[in-house]
């Protein structure tokens, strides 16, 4: 292995992400939102506040009827968003609007990593939707229905507009597969904690610090743990085996609360707000 693990010729906004943070002893912090939660103005605002917090990474679900990998939580919120006839092109809008907004006011969004159903892309034209992906500034996609067998081609359009085609490994995944989508990824591999869809949970299992040692000996790419974090307790255990956590249902059930509670929007996002900074103060904790 290289004594740089993350350098690269030409590296990503996310490369360059996770390869800043390693060098400072820190781990990198990406929470996951739903695009047109409950409303598209309101995600603009969540954006611009998770940047005010200094979270390392962003991932955007696009909102899809028949979502593969989702727990309740998130499955909830994709509705919700279509249910406001969210559609692919309202997305990128918002996403390039919040982006021009943060450089007129001196604020770095972070790099914008896409949850994706291949559907979406294909029903779009794969050309077209990277195209429109790296124009509203999205640095990476992880489509969790395209198996990675069959991803030379969506593989082959990010490369050329200079997006990170990211995979994702669950536990259940065997070694011999696990080599052959390692083959071909970019930016960080998502490592799943645990079988199943996704959801805050008490604990995260042994087998995952196996997993995590074993794609250690294998990737020089940043492992990045999802599916289950939940905590700011959950961050130490996994420090010096994965590079980044990733939140996603803990923070959506703040936004849920606009909907099903009432709350006011301002209010959900600052709740979130302090969950965000909980976790990026664990994760930016210095390794000693």
Known sequence: MSESPFAVSNPSRITETFTRLKSAGQMAFM???TVGDPDLATTRHLIRELARRQVDLIEVGFPYSDPIADGPVIQASYTRALNQRVRVADIFQTIATVTAEGEAEGLRIPPLVAMVS????????VSKFIQQAQQA???GLIVPDLPADEAADLSSHCQTAGLDLIPLLA???SAERALRILQSAMGFVYCISVAGTTGARAE???ALHEQLQWLKTQTALPLAVGFGVSRPEQVQPLRGLADGII??????RYLAAITEEGLAPELAIENAGLLV?????ATHQVAM
């Open 204 to 206: 995260l299992p042994a």
């Open 277 to 281: 900074a909980d976790m990026v103060a």
């Open 31 to 33: 929470p996951f939102i």
């Open 247 to 252: 939140v996603g249902s803990a923070l959506v």
């Open 118 to 125: 291949y559907a979406l892309i294909y029903r779009a034209g």
């Open 137 to 139: 500034g999205f640095a």
């Open 171 to 173: 536990p259940t995944t």
